[in-house]
């Protein structure tokens, strides 16, 4: 069942928790989607980001490595004149 549902095929987890549990049919849906939603908030809880959100970066990085090249500019240029 679980299977399916990480696929996406919520149908067919319902069918093979119904094959596996002789759950009805309400009964069966009711916790294919308690489970998909405990799934997907565990998921926002463990990244901290919302489905299909993308990670914002600060930008230090880029930062540090302009820093780096313009030292190493600043030394070829004064260490050619001085």
């Known amino acids: 069942m679980l299977t399916a549902l ?3 095929q919520k149908i067919e987890a319902i069918k093979r928790l119904r ?4 759950l009805g049919l309400k009964e069966a849906k009711e916790a294919v989607e308690a489970c998909e939603a405990s799934a997907d ?6 990244t901290g980001l919302a489905p299909g959100e ?7 990085g ?4 302009a820093l780096v090249l ?6 070829y240029f ?4 001085g």
């Open 6 to 8: 990480e696929q996406g």
């Open 19 to 22: 094959y596996a549990t002789g």
């Open 41 to 46: 908030a565990s998921r926002v809880k463990a």
């Open 54 to 60: 993308v990670p914002k970066t600060s930008g230090a």
């Open 62 to 65: 880029r930062w540090l490595v």
């Open 70 to 75: 313009m030292g190493l500019a600043a030394y």
């Open 78 to 81: 004064f260490r050619r004149v």
